[in-house]
C-alpha cells in the first residue's frame, strides 16, 4: 500500500528556513520521480518542484526557484525540500505526490504558515 507521509512544517518568520520531509512506503521509491506541491487558502495547488528517480535532474517553479532545493534518499525513501528566504505568499499546505502505476498518491500535507 503506497503511502507518503510529510514532516518538517511550521511556523516561521519572514526571511526564515524549512526543511520538509515526506517519506514514502509501499512501492519502489528509487524508480519513480518525485514533486512537491503547496495549496494556499483560496487557491488552486500548485507545483513547487519535481526530482527524478535517481535525482540527477530537478525542476523548480518560478516562484521557489533560487529559494528552495529538492532532493531525495534513495536508501531511506524520502524526499525533502529545503526552503529558504520564505515569504507570507509562501504559507500553503505543502503536499507530497507520487505517480505509481498511473495513480497519483498523495500525502496527508504540511502546513507552512509564513508570519511575523
Known amino acids: 500500500q503506497v503511502q507518503l507521509v510529510e514532516s518538517g512544517g511550521g511556523l516561521v518568520q519572514p526571511g526564515g528556513s524549512l526543511r520538509l520531509s515526506c517519506a514514502a512506503f509501499?512501492?519502489?521509491?528509487?524508480?519513480?520521480?518525485m514533486r512537491w506541491y503547496r495549496q494556499a487558502p483560496g487557491k488552486e495547488r500548485e507545483l513547487v518542484a519535481d526530482?527524478?528517480?535517481?535525482?540527477?535532474?530537478?525542476n523548480y517553479a518560478d516562484s521557489m526557484k533560487d529559494r528552495s532545493t529538492i532532493s531525495r534518499d534513495n536508501v531511506k525513501n524520502t524526499v525533502y525540500l529545503q526552503m529558504n528566504s520564505l515569504k507570507p505568499d509562501d504559507t500553503a499546505v505543502y503536499y507530497c505526490?507520487?505517480?505509481?502505476?498511473?495513480?497519483?498518491?498523495w500525502g496527508q500535507g504540511t502546513q507552512v504558515t509564513v508570519s511575523s
Open positions: 505526490n507520487a505517480v505509481v502505476a498511473s495513480y497519483d498518491y
Open positions: 509501499g512501492f519502489t521509491f528509487r524508480r519513480y520521480p
Open positions: 526530482i527524478s528517480s535517481t535525482g540527477g535532474s530537478t
